[in-house]
């Protein structure tokens, strides 16, 4: 099935991420436009992590996420109210999801991402 437009008009799309590993981390840039205030503007949002199991399924876990200039891993409430909009904002065709759920593990090993399936 076709991705869905995110209900959040300002939420970025899934052809807007721009995905790079380095040093056993995944990177993700993403254009955002922030509205505070009455004020907005457009920002990079950047993250590194790795991914971590939540529950009984792979999740990505930034440890770093920088709007602009600012290191909004240091101001959790913050960090927590961003993963939750770009992760409700991104949603995964029925068969990738699918699958993903099976997976026995994920990993990043020097420049790849493995994902290991449950036998």
Do not use: C
Not at 67 to 85: E, H, T, V, Y
């Amino acid at each position: 099935s076709a991705p869905k437009k995110p209900a959040d008009p300002q939420a970025p799309a899934a052809n807007q991420l721009n995905f790079h590993i380095s040093k056993g981390l995944l990177q993700i840039g993403l254009p955002y436009t922030v509205d505070l205030l009455g004020l907005s503007g457009a920002v990079i949002i950047q993250t590194q992590g790795a991914f971590a199991k939540e529950g009984d399924v792979f999740v990505y876990e930034p440890s770093t996420i920088y709007i602009g200039s600012l290191p909004a891993q240091r101001i959790p409430i913050l960090l927590s109210l961003l993963k939750k909009k770009i992760y409700s904002a991104q949603e995964l065709p029925d068969d990738l999801a699918a699958a993903w759920k099976r997976l026995a593990n994920v990993s990043i090993e020097d420049d790849r991402l493995r994902l290991t399936m449950a036998k």
